[in-house]
Structure formats: structure tokens, C-alpha cells
């Protein structure tokens, strides 16, 4: 399993991001994928994450309405639209992947084991 974030950056307050999480040697419908964040001087926290079937998204309290996970199984990759971004948004973003058989908690990340590297958000004026 390989994953690897990318479209973080530096946005203003109000604006949006896309991030895109590139997979490789696993099929997506048998994993869910899941975004975490982590910001300065804080624990890592879930952000979404999208079921093995994709029919089942979950999202944090302080993101919904705002963010959006979604697959392109045309290119293997896990996004998250980021709308309306607030400077409390800024952290880094990891993408991560667990198989579908597998326990996980979204908010903590325990009992997921791949993860990618992360991709800087932030959201300054």
C-alpha cells in the first residue's frame, strides 16, 4: 500500500483547497481511505474518511458542510475539497488506507497502519 498527499499550500481565509491523494498497490473498493490532520502543538485528529463501497463518508464536526472526500477511480486517487477554509483548518494533511475487513476509529486513526506523508495547509490572511 502507497499513498501520497498533495495540494496543500497556503490559502486566505474563505478559500478553498483541493488535496489528492495518490494510491498504488491496493484496489480501492477493498480499502476505505481516510483524511487526518495534525496542527501545530495539537494530537492528530480525523477529518473524513469514505468507505470500501463508497457509500459511506464521515465527517468531522468542524469540517462538515465544508469539506468533501470523493474517489477518481480513474486515477486512483482519494480528494478532499476544502471550501470556506478557516485559519484553524491549518495543519498538515495525511491520507491513510485500511482494509475493509479491518477495524478502525476515524477520529483517533487507531487501527489504521498506511499512511502517506503529509501536505501543509495553511490559512492565513
Known amino acids: 500500500v502507497q499513498l501520497q498527499a498533495s495540494g496543500g499550500g497556503l490559502v486566505q481565509p474563505g478559500g478553498s483547497l483541493r488535496l489528492s491523494c495518490a494510491t498504488s498497490?491496493?484496489?480501492?473498493?477493498?480499502?476505505?481511505e481516510c483524511w487526518f490532520r495534525q496542527a501545530p502543538g495539537k494530537e492528530r485528529t480525523g477529518v473524513s474518511c469514505?468507505?470500501?463501497?463508497?457509500?459511506?463518508?464521515w465527517y468531522a464536526d468542524s469540517v462538515k458542510g465544508r469539506f468533501t472526500i470523493s474517489r477518481d477511480y480513474t486515477k486512483n486517487t482519494v480528494n478532499l475539497q476544502m471550501n470556506s477554509l478557516k485559519p484553524e483548518d491549518t495543519a498538515v494533511y495525511y491520507c491513510?488506507?485500511?482494509?475493509?475487513?479491518?477495524?478502525?476509529?476515524?477520529?483517533?486513526?487507531?487501527?489504521?497502519?498506511?499512511w502517506g506523508q503529509g501536505t501543509l495547509v495553511t490559512v492565513s490572511s
Open positions: 498497490g491496493f484496489t480501492l473498493d477493498h480499502y476505505a
Open positions: 469514505i468507505s470500501s463501497s463508497a457509500e459511506a463518508t
Open positions: 491513510s488506507a485500511v482494509h475493509k475487513s479491518g477495524w478502525y476509529d476515524p477520529v483517533t486513526g487507531e487501527g489504521i497502519y498506511d
